[in-house]
């Protein structure tokens, strides 16, 4: 079984990943960390264990993140209006519960430390902005994670903040371009393959029948983000961006990956844009691309592959 970290943001599409990560028996959760993005780091955390606690799952540690980006900005681009201001579709926040457990250590701190007691053995499934790991990495250049699997980015498709950036990213560019820069290995999953992969309202009433006391829960709280999607897309349904990024960890065969170095833009109007270099034959002497580990993007998805998997998983047995 894989081990995986997941550093998210909750966030609906971020609770349903959760809940999919602890009901996969393919994977080992032995970890949140948590980070600013659909809400501020502190809330994010709550949600965290929240979540967990609803789970049954307070045995998994969680590890708060910055409340600030990788620069030191403390005014922050929060996504209430997508997510509800309690990250999970205005259903009332949940209490810390008292069970679980959140650490004394930070989010980086956390990865750093889990890395050195599993060399090469952890993956971390990130799901918001990636200071925690830009800060990780500065700290230790050669982190030996297994890899990392990140929801982030519009690589041939418009952004969803605007038109050159997807959130993730633009929330925390300088991060994002730090860790696309650093010596762990990613496979980074674009809204050129998410924005495909949409559970409908049949899939939800599925969820609520079917699901048992969290598929109830997730039907509850995926309201307020099918509304924001009818509003602004027109689209009856929800987006699976964070999920489909955890498909992506046992399922990679559902996806066309193309490799290259990346780069994102830190200001102006492309701001939080991601450009990969597909065209490594064509420069003139090297450019800002140059000396980049090559990192895989998905470009190309199985959407009702992947579909299928995330209902698969949230309807099967109880967390493991
Ligand atoms: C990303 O932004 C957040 O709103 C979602 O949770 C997802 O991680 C999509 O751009
Ligand atoms: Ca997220």
Known sequence: ??????????????????????????????????????????????????????????????????????TGEEKLRIADFVHGDDGLGNTGELKPPPTATELGVSASQFIIDTAEKHPGEVIVLALGPLTNLAMALKEKPDLALHSIVCLGGAFRVNGNVN????????????????????????????????????????????????????????????????????????????????????????????????????????????????????NKKVWRGPNQWSGRKHMKVALEVDEGAVVGAIRDTLLSQEPQ
């Open 163 to 278: 038109p050159s950036a997807e959130a993730n990213i633009f929330c925390d560019p300088e991060a994002a371009d730090f860790v696309f820069g650093g010596s762990v290995d990613m496979h980074v999953i674009p809204l050129d393959v998410t924005q495909r992969c949409v559970f409908s309202n049949m899939d939800l009433d599925l969820l609520e029948a079917k699901g048992g006391t969290l598929g109830k829960y997730m039907k509850d709280i995926s309201q307020f983000y099918a509304d924001f999607h009818k509003t602004t897309y027109n689209l009856n349904g929800l987006m699976l961006h964070d999920p489909t990024a955890f498909i992506a960890i046992v399922r990679p065969d559902l996806f066309f990956w193309k490799s290259g170095p990346i780069r994102v833009s830190c200001e102006g109007i492309a701001k939080g844009m991601t450009v990969m270099d597909m």
């Open 1 to 70: 079984r894989r081990k995986i970290i997941v550093d998210t943001d909750p966030g609906v599409d971020d609770a349903l990943t959760i809940f999919a990560a602890l009901l996969c028996p393919e994977v080992e959760v032995i970890g949140l960390t948590t980070i600013f993005g659909n809400v501020p780091t502190a809330k994010a955390t709550k949600n965290a264990l929240g979540l967990l606690e609803l789970a049954g799952r307070t045995d998994v540690p969680v590890a708060s993140g910055s409340p600030c980006t990788f």
